[in-house]
């Protein structure tokens, strides 16, 4: 294959701006799917991101097409379009020359596309801006159009315009990305270099590895090598997603494709990794990915102790596919053997947890998340913390440090005002604001990320009605004046459920938590104290009386069967309790420290 | 209705018989009309094919009626609709297959007020009845009415007194209390007139609203309130301390007996022991399988016309079930449990799991312990299902947690 007839690109998009629909509509015009085939979206395998609307996972599908006579090879990676994902996207960025900025004409520009458009930017990819939506009677096309030059500073004058609902304009997409994407810059000549873009696991045929070809040629039955973790592996299998999976012979440079070994063992394939000839010339790895920092942490316990293992498994699994996860085993008093798991922000825990859930059938207990703190101690040395449980008392460190981030929001103009109290709330600092047009506006603040995953996000998206969208980034470490927020379930400390906060929020912050312990805990056969402290001073204390009537009036023969069951069901919603102290505590009450957060009562 | 405990197939059910002396119990699958808050099966007789249920019922008893039960329970639905002849030929034909006259040392009917007289007394009374138990529910008229009963209060005291008559010694009365609207001087004054009858034996049960009652149904859409917890206490306590002071023993959670004539048929319940019961929806224990018939008429009925076995469903619990399930039963009784006892007849080897459990309902003054067994304290009978679901649960998490490897 000519590397000048492949153009590798992706599509920049925030959620729900049509990058799926649009994605299937190229698959379509180019005849790689039939229309009845086309209701579900191809590119989002997974049932979880169905369901979300979201896509977590780069998958990577080629497209024929003929273009003024020419036979082309089009590869869309896929990119997922949310906050915690950035990586993600740098990660498909990299197999990328250039990208489409698809945004939404009557949304207009949201802060995700603003961040993974400076991204593909920082890549030195070319950048095609679309509008979409124009079937839209609210689309605002000119408008949106100066978002875009304003926010992201492109000229972008002759956005195309199209629908990828009805299909108009998708013709002028597919003519902009043969030419305005350039091909590969690739040496078929010289020794074999790709780079592992994704894998996913199979459970028949082993790890199947998303390869994005630079140099040479890859044929079935090469040996090749993963230069990173120098594992040596047969190419049994090789082909193209179209997007079914379609047997090929050879890949070659600067086309992308899948790899198939029969690799079974999840810690050989390292995403960003770089494959070589084995025993070949030497080469250069490529340049691989950052692997970003975990930012935000919780702890996850099998609800079932004999589950522990499973869990390591299947948190093996995923790390697999997902370098910006980290695990590692934890103790505590309350919740038994666990593992403290590392994530890049909130929405990215709650994918992970679900898919635990769903994909590996764990039951498990989750902890509210934390932040790392850093402390510094008396002789200057510094440990970072990723527990109120692991904070030292005051006496032990000199200094406690939070993470800073510098947050950038874009919300329609007539929101300012109460962003800013939000924002002022949260302990935020103002750095700047800025009009992308009449009526949207950028507000960029630096927020300890503390606040932003206790509730500073959902109270972003009430108050501005869900038309309000952030981004943001760690910048560093600040110190602060923190406290351990202890919580005492029945006189005892629960360490799951203590938190670090700032010391004027600490009285509201226990307040709000054993207020909602107060309602998570069911009543028991005795009166039970919650209380809220501060080292020794009780701020806060609630109580939950005990249970004062609860017996069946008639049991007989014919109904204990039946009666035995309904007793069992009580207890049933028990699966996911703990005990502290005699005390069941549901796995609800551990997220009781988060503040007001959407959707608490949906789950 | 709700019940449908599809647990599995019947597979063992048809292999098991029941050992001589097993607790027969029969059920009459009609009444009057149906009350509101009743979850039991039974349909209105009018235009059913009662002398041909009775065939069956007589068919089933041929096959599968143990030999000499220790007790007989004639339960429903209303025995007493029968008339004195069906009564006859369902007697004669029990007594036919399984001896029971000879054998049972307690022979009870279920009676409603409007279909007990002095004739219908009189016959039972002949027939090998030596135990009424009569469904007084309430004295209140607008209750009555709520509940949907077909008689008065006066008819309830004249079918106690045509017992009476006939020759009962054992004469039990039903009572239900803790209704929506009721005061608790009212039931006290009506609890009171109630025992210058000394029955020997009352059940004064907490009106519970069964899922699938058209009562369940009207809470449900608001028709009225439920008391509240601290009210329902109220009357439970109300009602126990009144029955003690009158002499009566509180045996379990809603009976309670004078001179200790407590119903040995459901004694045998509460003690996890096995029965065989015949009749729509009756349910049978044998070894650790528990097994209900067809819960309606026609399909029972055609099971045992097409000679199957007329069970629908079966379960046989895990040894850590049938332990707590034994706890359970066995802590809504005065006499309580032996917690040695309770293991063998749960089948339960391994040791105790329950006892941190024990030891701190203990402590915290819900369990008391004396002569060896365990029972409830005057704090802990009201909370009886909550201590229950203590046990059920300390009894299921059987399966030893596996340490993680490091
Ligand atoms: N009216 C209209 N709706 C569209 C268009 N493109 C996508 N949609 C709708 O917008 C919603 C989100 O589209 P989807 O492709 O899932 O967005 P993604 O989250 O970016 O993948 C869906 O309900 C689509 O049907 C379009 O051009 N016009
Ligand atoms: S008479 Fe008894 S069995 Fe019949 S419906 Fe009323 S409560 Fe139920
Ligand atoms: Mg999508």
Redesign the pocket.
């Known amino acids: 294959m000519d590397p000048k007839l492949i153009r590798n690109f992706s599509i920049i998009?925030h959620?729900?701006?049509?990058?799926?629909?649009l994605a299937d509509r190229l698959l379509e015009a180019c005849g790689a799917v039939e229309k009845r085939e086309m209701h579900a979206?191809h590119l989002d395998s997974m049932e979880l991101e169905r369901e979300r609307?979201?896509?977590i996972k780069a998958k990577a599908v080629t497209i024929w097409h003929v273009h003024e006579g020419v036979r082309y090879q089009l590869n869309l990676i896929d990119t997922p379009?949310h906050v915690d994902f950035n990586y993600e996207v740098q990660k498909s960025l990299q197999a990328c020359e250039g990208a489409l900025l698809l945004v939404d004409a009557s949304q207009g520009v949201e802060a995700q596309s603003v961040a993974n458009a400076y991204l593909a930017v920082e890549a030195g990819l070319a950048i095609v801006p679309v509008l979409?939506?124009i079937?839209?009677a609210h689309a605002r096309p000119d408008e949106v159009t100066e978002e875009i030059e304003s926010a992201i500073g492109i000229d972008a004058t002759d956005a195309l315009r199209v629908?990828?609902?009805t299909g108009q304009g998708v013709p002028d997409v597919l003519r902009a990305i043969i030419e305005k994407i350039p091909p590969p810059v690739c040496s078929p000549d010289d020794p074999l270099r790709a780079l592992i873009v994704d894998a996913v696991y199979d459970e028949y045929r082993g790890i199947i590895v998303y390869l994005r070809m630079f140099d040479g040629t890859l044929r079935v039955g090469d040996k090749v090598e993963m230069l990173g973790s120098g594992k040596v592996f047969e190419a049994i299998e090789l082909g193209r997603f179209l997007p079914k999976m379609q047997k090929s012979e050879s890949l070659g440079a600067g086309e992308v494709g899948y790899f198939i070994s029969n690799i079974k063992h999840l810690g050989d394939v390292k995403i960003g990794d770089t494959l070589a000839l084995h025993k070949g010339a030497k080469v250069e790895m490529l340049p691989g990915y950052r692997p970003p920092q975990p930012m935000v942490f919780a702890d996850f316990y099998p609800t079932n102790n004999g589950d522990f293992e499973k869990l390591r498994t299947a948190l093996e699994t995923l790390a697999l596919t997902d370098a910006s996860f980290t695990y590692e085993p934890v103790t505590s008093d309350a919740l038994g053997f666990g593992f403290r798991c590392g994530f890049l922000g909130l929405l990215h825990m709650e994918i992970i947890q679900e898919r635990l859930e769903r994909e590996f059938d764990l039951d498990m207990i989750q902890t509210a998340p934390t932040v790392t703190y850093r402390i510094v101690k008396h002789g200057g040395e510094s440990v970072d913390i990723h527990s109120a449980g692991q904070l030292p008392s005051p006496d032990h460190y000199e200094k406690l440090l939070e993470p800073i981030a510098r947050v950038s929001i874009l919300i329609p103009a007539e929101y300012i005002g109460p962003m800013m109290q939000i924002a002022a709330d949260h302990r935020g600092e103002f750095i700047r604001q800025e009009y992308l047009s009449q009526t949207r506006v950028q507000l960029v603040y630096d927020l300890p990320l503390a606040e932003i995953i206790y509730d500073f996000y959902d109270k972003l998206k009430s108050a501005t009605h869900g038309y309000g969208t952030l981004n943001y980034e760690v910048k560093g470490f600040h110190e602060n004046e923190l406290v351990k927020l202890r919580i005492l379930v029945n006189n005892e400390e629960v360490d799951a459920l203590s938190t670090i906060c700032h010391k004027d929020q600490a009285e509201y912050r226990g307040r709000a938590t054993i207020k909602k312990l107060r309602k998570e805990i069911a009543r028991h056969l005795f009166e039970i104290p919650i209380q809220a402290a501060v080292g020794g001073r009780i701020i806060a204390r609630e109580t939950i009386s005990a249970l004062r009537k609860d017996v069946l009036a008639k049991c007989y023969g014919g109904d204990i069967s039946r009666k035995r069951k309904l007793l069992e069901k009580q207890k049933e919603g028990k699966r996911r309790m703990r005990q502290v102290g005699n005390v069941d505590i549901p796995q609800k009450a551990f997220l009781a420290v988060l503040g007001d957060r959407e959707g608490d009562d949906a789950k | 209705m709700s019940f449908a405990p599809r647990t599995n197939p019947v597979q063992r059910a048809p292999g098991l018989r029941p050992e001589p002396g097993t607790p027969l119990y029969v059920h009459v699958p009609f009444c009057v009309a149906k009350c509101t808050y009743c979850d039991f099966y039974s349909v209105a007789a009018e235009g059913q094919d009662l002398p041909g249920a009775l065939d069956a019922l007589l068919l089933e008893a041929e096959r599968r009626a143990p030999p000499r039960p220790r007790t007989v329970f004639l339960g429903g639905g209303t025995p007493s609709f029968y008339s004195v002849d069906e009564l006859a030929r369902l007697l004669d034909g029990l007594d036919r297959w399984s001896h029971f006259r000879a054998s049972a040392e307690e022979v009870t009917c279920e009676c409603n007020p409007e279909s007990l007289d002095f004739p219908k007394a009189r016959a039972l009374r002949e027939l090998g009845v030596d135990r009424l138990s009569i469904g007084f529910q309430s004295l209140e008229q607008g209750i009555l009415a709520l509940f949907g009963r077909v008689h008065d209060a006066e008819q309830s005291f004249a079918a106690f007194h045509a017992a009476r008559e006939a020759g009962f010694q054992r004469v039990s009365i039903d009572l239900i209390y803790g209704v929506p609207g009721q005061e608790l001087a009212r039931w006290e004054v009506d609890l009171e007139r109630v025992l210058a009858l000394r029955p020997d034996h009352v059940s004064a049960y907490q009106l519970t609203y069964e899922d699938g009652t058209p009562l369940a149904a009207q809470l449900q859409a608001g028709a009225f309130q439920r008391l509240d917890e601290d009210q329902e206490l109220a009357f439970f306590e109300a009602t126990r301390g009144r029955l003690a002071d009158a002499g009566y023993e509180q045996y379990e959670v809603s009976n309670f007996s004078l001179n200790g004539q407590q119903c040995s048929h459901n004694v045998n319940y509460w003690s996890n022991g096995p029965y065989l019961g015949i009749g729509p929806s009756a349910v049978s224990k044998l070894a650790s399988t528990r097994f209900g018939n067809a819960r309606s008429i026609t399909p029972w009925r055609a099971a045992l016309a097409a000679g199957r076995f007329p069970a629908a469903w079966e379960e046989t619990p895990e040894p850590s079930v049938r332990l707590g399930e034994t706890w359970w039963l066995g802590l809504r009784t005065r006499r309580g449990v032996e917690p040695a006892e309770v293991l063998r007849t749960a089948g339960f080897e391994g040791s105790d799991p329950t006892l941190r459990l024990q030891e701190s309902l203990l402590e915290l003054g819900f369990l008391e312990q004396s002569a060896g067994r365990m029972r409830l304290t005057a704090r802990g009978w009201p909370v009886a299902d909550a201590v229950a679901r203590r046990f059920l649960e300390a009894c299921a998490e059987q399966t030893s947690p596996r340490l993680p490897r490091e």
């Open positions: 998009a959620i729900d701006h049509g990058k799926s629909t979206q609307g979201i896509t379009g979409n939506k079937d839209l629908s990828a609902k």
